[in-house]
């Protein structure tokens, strides 16, 4: 079993839509959570961390569930410039608190 | 602040060559380091980490090495490439103790053919 397990899909929605990824993690004892973002050809950047308690960042909320040991990441009011890769990544103690990357899930919005 | 620099963007080798891809990173001291790969259409695969001068972890077995001769400096090598080494190579630093995950440099696109 991977470590880190995202859809690949891709996801193509239209602008202005609702979408929703999943990630789900294999270690129990995993410690921090992000997401990332990785434009086409491009270096992965760090999106946002995720928290316990689920945290938002203008259009994007993500949200953590340590029982199920899934996370997840809802973007609003999809924009054409949100079309990327989005890469699950989790770290913990077990790891050497190395990042452990996701494949991806590839989102395109269409006008 | 803190960047990272990596080169060069993109690289053309033939089988059996040598490799020596650069990083180095500007506006912080003792970070952590890192070398990733991204093949075609795959997740990044971690080759190596190094945490001070001379400190290389290796974390699978290929035809790569890694060194860091300096605080700021991180070199992948190989003394011979194989067509398996193609792939999108991602230098990354971190700082210990820090929960901010990685930032990572803009990468070198290696072919071999």
């Known amino acids: 079993r991977k470590e880190v397990e995202q859809d690949p899909g891709p996801f193509n929605v239209p602008e202005g839509a609702t979408v929703a990824f999943n990630c789900t993690y294999s270690?129990?004892?995993?410690?921090?959570f992000f997401w990332y973002r990785q434009d086409c050809r491009k270096e992965p950047k760090l999106l946002m961390s995720?928290?316990?308690s689920g945290n938002e960042d203008g259009r994007f909320t993500a949200q953590l569930n340590r029982a199920s040991q899934y996370i997840s990441l809802l973007i609003r009011d999809s924009k054409l410039s949100d079309s990327a890769t989005y890469l699950c990544?989790?770290?913990?103690?077990?790891?050497?608190?190395?990042?452990?990357f996701g494949a991806g899930t590839i989102l395109r919005v269409k006008s | 602040s803190q960047t990272i620099h990596q080169w060069p963007a993109t690289l053309v080798q033939p089988v059996g060559s040598p490799l020596s891809l650069e990083c180095t990173v500007e506006?912080?001291?003792?970070?952590?380091l890192y070398w990733y790969r991204q093949a075609a259409g795959r997740g990044l695969q971690l080759l190596f980490y190094?945490?001070?001068?001379?400190?290389i972890s290796s974390e699978v077995p290929q035809n790569l090495s890694a060194s860091r001769p300096q605080d700021r400096q991180f070199i992948l090598s190989s003394k011979k490439l194989l067509l398996s080494d193609s792939g999108f190579y991602l230098c990354?630093?971190?700082?210990?103790?820090?929960?901010?995950?990685?930032?990572f440099g803009s990468g070198t696109r290696l072919t071999v053919v």
């Open positions: 190094s945490v001070g001068i001379g400190q």
């Open positions: 990544v989790v770290t913990s103690m077990e790891y050497g608190n190395k990042l452990v």
């Open positions: 995720v928290y316990s």
């Open positions: 506006g912080t001291s003792n970070p952590n």
């Open positions: 990354a630093w971190s700082v210990l103790g820090k929960d901010y995950g990685y930032t």
């Open positions: 270690n129990s004892a995993s410690q921090s």
